[in-house]
């Protein structure tokens, strides 16, 4: 959930670790790297807070930017209820580039 902390302008992203501190992840050691992959409608591209360049969009790639030996973003947009081969076969690349 992210939220707007009172009297504050900055985004506070509010989440909770206990899900993997009880699955024994070494929380204090030595930082992992995330990969953010969404997949979304395509009627949604264009949405100024979800879309292709809307404000979450954005945020997340200022992030990318700031860290990007621990953080890769992508968004992949398909016009039916599936993810089509060449969009698995996209989503596949970023995974494993990132791995790599």
Same mark, same amino acid.
């Given at each position: 959930m992210i939220a707007c902390?009172? *009297?504050a302008r &900055?985004? !506070?992203?509010?989440f909770s670790l206990a899900p993997l501190e009880a699955n024994r992840v070494d929380?204090? *050691? &030595?930082?992992? #790297? !995330? +990969? !953010?992959?969404q997949i979304k409608r395509e009627h949604d591209r264009a949405h100024p807070v979800d879309g292709m360049n809307g404000r979450k969009?954005?945020?997340? $790639?200022?992030? /990318?930017d700031l860290? #990007? =030996?621990?953080? $890769?973003?992508q968004m992949?947009?398909? =016009?039916?209820n599936t993810v089509t081969a060449d969009q698995m +076969? /996209?989503?596949? $690349?970023?995974?494993?580039e990132t791995a790599t």
């Open positions: 902390a009172p *009297g &900055k985004l !506070v992203h509010k929380l204090k *050691g &030595k930082p992992w #790297p !995330v +990969q !953010v992959l969009a954005m945020a997340l $790639r200022r992030w /990318e860290n #990007p =030996d621990r953080l $890769r973003y992949i947009f398909t =016009d039916t +076969q /996209e989503a596949r $690349r970023f995974i494993e």
